[in-house]
């Protein structure tokens, strides 16, 4: 079992920035890729960005150029960078973290981020 714990989210203008952490309960975090989704209220779920335990990203289109995504397998924790937010980045964002080998799925409770003048 694995905990994951989102911090950093919350209300911001257009424009303007957050950093959204995720901290990890599993000591094996590293084998992990660890992912950022969102949902935005009546849409479904959506990959942000993703990194695989080799350090490999990924990012929806809508993000990408404004977003990075980092881990620090040392201190088990994920960090999704957002720059230059717009309304329609307002969702619960979520952590995830995926373990390939055995199929393992575990997600965070989520974080509000809003982006509203």
């Known amino acids: 079992q694995v905990q994951l714990v989102e911090s950093g989210g919350g209300s911001v203008q257009p424009g303007g920035s957050l950093r959204l952490s995720c901290a990890a309960s599993?000591?094996?975090?590293?084998?992990?890729?660890m992912g950022w989704y969102r949902q935005a209220p009546g849409k479904q779920r959506e990959l942000v960005a993703s990194?695989?335990?080799?350090?490999?990203?990924n990012y929806a289109d809508s993000v990408k150029g404004r977003s990075t995504i980092s881990r620090d397998n040392v201190k088990r924790t994920v960090s999704l960078q957002m720059n230059s937010l717009k309304p329609e980045d307002t969702a619960v964002y979520y952590c995830?973290?995926?373990?390939?080998?055995?199929?393992?799925?575990?997600w965070g409770q989520g974080t509000q981020v809003t982006v509203s003048s």
């Open positions: 995830n973290a995926y373990f390939r080998a055995t199929m393992a799925d575990y």
């Open positions: 990194i695989t335990s080799g350090g490999s990203t």
């Open positions: 599993r000591t094996i975090f590293s084998l992990y890729t």
